[in-house]
């Protein structure tokens, strides 16, 4: 079989802090604990010291239903915790409180679907509530000797799983399919992508039948991409020459950008889950449900259809502010300030994205604000700059922060339409563009370049009408 006829199949399995819960998931300690001194939110509970309870957090169930609910998945009336058994510095109980599909143990929802643009459903497996474990960090060079810091300040934090079914059919697929993921989260309003290490991803792939490889601890959808690119050309390459895909645990190298075998397992490492004895199981009523459901905020496929019906923007254009809640919100609020709809729209998608993808960065970490862009899309209309001036200022404001004003009046890019000025500007071109004015009297591109070289002169300031008009009237006086 040829490489390229193998079906790629992607299933993810994806951790989000549930990041505006203001407590861990089973004690009271702060869970805003980025940038904080190492172990400064920590309690017995979540180090866990001998005979110390856990208690559930009331408001992590309701958002994990929430989740549930958003992803179409069916939640459970029962839901269990259970102890997920292992050794490992990260996890000072040596178990982990989290759910399970299989033993009995009966997670938050199974099933489910997030729909992709073009209508595709990538199905969901299950969706589970468990704590993080702490964070541990490798210090110090072989020369200097290794060890090893702990830090528990994030162990006991609630996260909420997301495992999809194989269902991915390409490393691009994956990632927009966690960008979707992400909006739907921000839109619920129970996560903030922009923290770091909120969305943390493991990817399962495979090319030829059944030879899964996972790919553990990405940290970025980048990443996932690359690591996922990877692995079909490694992968690839094997059964290209013949050779079996060895069925394995590999990690992503982001340094490298590599992945390289971290264990070979035939089988599911065994957990030996059991029941949390600690905690009741959950009741999950209907009533409960609906309710929680009533209170739910716009979602992203009903504010996409609000943005088409209401503001009268282009699908295509709906679809890429909905996947980035930020820059839905920025829309939203360029509209509130009474811009064009569409052609706010049309900037934010094509010139401010742009931006954003050659700087490497989201839009919180920008400067422009909704106010800015308002203004350039004015003074565009006002026809104090031309359109590609707007783009220049679009760009120093990014970078700045500086109003448009403040920018077109320091690097002085009004747009000229002082006749006098361009007319003495034409002469020039025409005394030095001999060649060109002949041919423009049967070319109709030597007259655009006659034009092109008036722009040229202003370093495109000048008034295009106002140009184009000056070069054909140069152009008629002579033919006269
Ligand atoms: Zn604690
Ligand atoms: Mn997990």
């Keep these: 079989m040829a490489v390229d006829d193998l079906k790629v199949k992607i299933g993810l399995e994806v951790h989000c802090q549930l990041t505006s819960l203001k407590t861990k998931l089973f004690c009271s300690c702060s869970a805003d604990y980025r940038g904080d001194k190492p172990n400064t939110h920590v309690c017995p509970v979540c180090i866990g010291i001998p005979g110390t309870l856990p208690v559930v957090n009331e408001k992590a169930v309701n958002f994990a239903v929430m989740v549930a609910s958003a992803l179409n998945s069916k ?60 964070k541990l960090s490798y210090e110090g060079t ?37 960008e979707k993921l992400r909006s739907q989260l921000e839109h619920l309003g129970v996560f903030d992508g922009s923290l770091e290490g909120s969305m943390r991803c493991d990817a399962n792939i495979s090319l030829a039948e059944g030879r899964r490889v996972e790919v553990k601890n990405i940290s970025s959808f980048k990443e996932v991409e690359r690591a996922l690119n990877f692995e079909v050309t490694r992968q690839g390459t094997l059964v290209g020459k013949g050779i079996r895909v060895g069925m394995e645990t590999r990690h992503w190298d982001e340094v490298r950008r590599i992945t ?31 309710k929680l459901r009533a209170s739910m905020p716009e979602l992203p496929e009903s504010r996409r259809q609000r943005f088409i019906e209401t503001y009268g923007i282009s699908g295509q254009n709906a679809d890429v502010l909905i996947d980035n809640k930020a820059l839905a919100d920025f829309f939203e609020k360029c509209v509130e300030l009474k811009t064009n709809p569409q052609e706010a729209s049309n900037w934010i998608v094509g010139d401010l994205i742009a931006y954003l993808h050659a700087a490497g960065i989201e839009l919180s970490e920008s400067k422009i ?4 862009l308002t203004r350039i899309l004015q003074m565009i209309d006002d026809g104090t700059i031309s359109i590609k001036i707007a783009k220049l200022v679009l760009e120093e404001m990014m970078k700045t922060g500086a109003t ?30 001999t060649q060109a004015v002949s041919d423009a009297v049967r070319d109709e591109k030597a007259v655009n370049y006659l034009v092109g070289q008036l722009m040229k002169a202003t370093q495109g300031k000048a008034d295009p009408e106002l140009a184009n008009k000056l070069i054909r009237d140069k152009l008629a006086e002579l033919s006269k």
């Design 75 to 134: 939640i459970s009336e029962r839901m269990v915790f259970f102890r997920k058994n292992y050794f490992y510095p990260d996890m000072p109980k040596n178990f982990q409180i989290s759910q399970y599909d299989k033993a009995g143990g009966i997670p938050i929802s199974v099933g489910g679907f997030l729909t992709l643009d073009g209508g595709r459903r990538v199905m969901i497996r299950r969706i589970q509530l468990e704590e993080d474990p702490g």
């Design 142 to 178: 072989i020369e200097t000797s290794r060890y090893t810091l702990v830090d528990y300040n994030r162990a006991g934090v609630a996260l909420v799983e997301v495992v999809t079914e194989p269902d991915l059919e390409s490393p691009r697929e994956a990632r927009i399919f966690l």
């Design 260 to 290: 390289v075998t971290l264990r070979v397992k035939e089988e599911e490492q065994d957990y030996r889950y059991f029941p949390e004895p600690d905690l009741m199981p959950i009741q999950i009523t209907e009533e409960y449900v609906s």
């Design 369 to 372: 604000t909704p106010k800015h």
């Design 404 to 433: 448009p004003e403040e920018i077109v009046e320091r690097k002085g890019l009004r747009r000229i339409s002082d006749t006098t000025y361009l007319a003495d500007l034409v002469n020039k071109i025409f005394r030095e563009n």
